[in-house]
């Protein structure tokens, strides 16, 4: 009889990979985000990526950054771990405790979307804007309101 396989991914690695191959459906040339909900029990609640509203032609829209806001993709993109909250058609009593595998440092709005939603844990890959002012703000949020938050790193496969 054979053994069962034993080097199996773990569930951090697994459900970030989720993450990151929600990332790649986002049209972003410059940054590319992808979020991953899940719960305790290890059950996936919802994915998303950053892009534009459903509703909205993406192909009418700046993916360019401007000083002038209506010029500024920022001011048209939902963001991953938005997305991923709204995408979820469950009860949002579901998501208390969860966690989100996100594959860059939630922002500050993003934070207090997730804090309102009760997730109990971040865990993301990238924090290429650690130390500015958004994200000190994220950090001084998640921190505040108890949520736990780690980094973690994919090994090449
Ligand atoms: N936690 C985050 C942070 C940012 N995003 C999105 C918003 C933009 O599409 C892009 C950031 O663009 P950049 O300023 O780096 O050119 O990433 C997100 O979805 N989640
Ligand atoms: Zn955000």
Known sequence: MSKKRSDVISWDEFFMRVALAASMRSKDPNTQVGACIADTNHRI??????????????????????????????????????????????????????????????????????????????????????GTEGNLISKRILTSCGIRFRGMELAER
């Open 45 to 130: 609640l919802s994915v998303g990526y950053n892009g534009t509203p459903s509703a909205l032609n993406d192909d009418d829209f700046p993916w360019g950054v401007s000083d002038d806001p209506l010029a500024d993709k920022h001011s048209y993109v939902v963001h991953a771990e938005a997305n991923a909250v709204l995408n979820y058609r469950g009860s949002l009593k579901d998501m208390s405790g969860a966690t989100v595998y996100v594959t860059l440092f939630p922002c500050n709005e993003c934070a207090k979307i997730l804090a309102q939603v009760g997730i109990g844990e971040v865990v993301y890959l990238s924090d290429k804007y650690d």
